[in-house]
């Protein structure tokens, strides 16, 4: 029983330890700024950005290149939840969607 929960315990770590080594989503991958952020990060971000300050039927079309949000319409709105909320308390500048780039 208890080597159970040991191992419950120590396979993350153990996990966190083998792939710690290797690059994450969007190492060395900036867009072209120095000062973006690359990867899985940026792209929730612009999702925010895009959800939040464009109307509906453009959240498909907007800037396919850069991010184009490509998951369901669910998803979509809690990005807006979640850009609105960024929006409100943490400030307009962590969703603009121009600027950020």
Do not use: C
């Amino acid at each position: 029983m208890h080597s159970k929960i040991a191992l419950v315990f120590l396979l993350p770590f153990l996990l966190r330890f083998l792939i710690a080594p290797f690059p994450h989503s969007g190492e060395g991958n900036h867009h072209g700024s120095k000062t973006a952020y690359g990867g899985d990060y940026e792209a929730q971000r612009h999702w925010m950005e895009v959800t939040l300050h464009l109307n509906i039927s453009q959240w498909y079309k907007y800037d396919l290149s850069y991010w184009g949000l490509d998951y369901p319409p669910l998803i979509a709105y809690g990005s807006y939840l979640m850009g609105w909320a960024s929006d409100k308390f943490v400030g307009e500048e962590s969703v603009a969607l121009l600027d950020s780039r």
